[in-house]
């Protein structure tokens, strides 16, 4: 597969979790965390992914790796459907997608060695010999900016970004073809926020992985990806280019995150155009378009009907202000 080729693909992807109540459990309710969800992912790109806690990012990574199935839609990965493969099927396309958490104390097991994190996922895949592991284990250290000897220390011994880095190598370590980066420096310090963003690009350039960024930095996104999705309430608002989003939002939605950027050169209030009111919950979802309640651009056909997906000078959109526009 080429660079620029279609690695992932989305087809309509919903993912709800049942809320139970009542003497006998019975389902009550919902969670509608992922509501119809398409889009694709190229070979070799970086696709962020935005939006407010809440909205169902973290969620649909979690989908798309196959560690929460699917209520309906489909995952296509490399032409493979991941929740209809099996057995050595299902490893094997799984060893090619791989995750980078938010936190990266939380997600190391503190009684392990690094040796023994990094090189975890070549024991589960097997074929390797002890002292194959261990060298494979010191050139991703190295690859990541650590040192052999840490290879004997555990992760309280390090530093939040050295830990991330530890993290980095444990999902790097099987030769992924495609890495979710869930809010990976949203737990950092600052000053080590861009360290770790610039060894993720540093070594998508050198092995060609493919990232899905998750995160609701705009800055950040904006320097990482390719192409940027923004999310609410687990629909995809608008899909567009990185400098064509940033230079000229289309959605109602994505103008007021971008505007609630602080510009401390400008004198103004910064904070004046933040977006009102909390993400509604996804369990009543509000009638019509979702963002309705927040949008200072309502129409009554926003109350009453979801808007459809139109396509603007290359962006795709989901908003009534362009149902005059054509695809």
């Not at 991703?140 to 390090?158: D, I, K, Q, T």
């Amino acid at each position: 597969m080429a660079k620029g080729d279609v690695l992932l693909s989305l087809k309509d992807v919903v993912k709800q979790f049942p809320i139970k109540g009542g003497v006998f459990l019975r389902t009550v309710d919902s969670v509608k965390a992922v509501n119809g969800v398409s889009l694709e992912v190229r070979e070799g790109e970086t696709f962020g992914l935005v939006g407010e806690s809440g909205c169902g990012k973290t969620t649909l990574g979690s989908v798309i790796l196959g560690l929460e199935k699917p209520t309906s839609g489909q995952v296509i990965f490399d032409g493979q459907d991941v929740n209809a493969v099996s057995g050595a099927q299902k490893r094997k396309l799984h060893q090619q997608m791989q995750i980078v958490f938010q936190d990266p104390f939380e997600s190391l097991n503190p009684r392990m060695t690094v040796e023994e994190i990094v090189g975890e996922g070549l024991r589960i895949q097997g074929g390797y010999t002890r002292s194959e592991i261990h060298a494979r284990v010191l050139e991703m250290l190295e690859r990541v900016g650590l040192n052999p000897e840490h290879a004997r220390r555990y992760p309280h011994e390090f530093s939040g970004g050295q830990r991330q880095r530890i993290g980095i190598a444990r999902a790097l370590i099987v030769n992924p073809r495609f890495v979710v980066c869930d809010e990976p420096v949203s737990a950092l310090d600052v000053s080590v926020q861009a360290q770790i963003i610039n060894l993720l690009r540093d070594l998508q350039k050198k092995y060609g992985y493919t990232y899905l960024f998750v995160a609701h930095g705009l800055n950040v996104v904006r320097y990482m990806s390719d192409r940027v999705a923004v999310m609410y309430l687990g629909r995809i608002v608008e899909l567009a280019d990185t400098d064509s989003l940033f230079k000229n939002p289309l959605h109602p939605y994505t103008r007021a995150l971008l505007s609630a950027i602080p510009d401390i050169d400008s004198g103004e209030d910064v904070f004046s155009a933040v977006l009102s009111g909390d993400v509604p919950s996804p369990v009543h979802l509000p009638s019509g378009c979702p963002f309705h309640p927040r949008c200072s651009q309502c129409m009554d056909i926003c109350r009453k009907q979801m808007p459809e997906e139109h396509i603007v000078d290359g962006t795709r959109v989901r908003c009534h202000l362009y149902d005059g526009d054509k695809a």
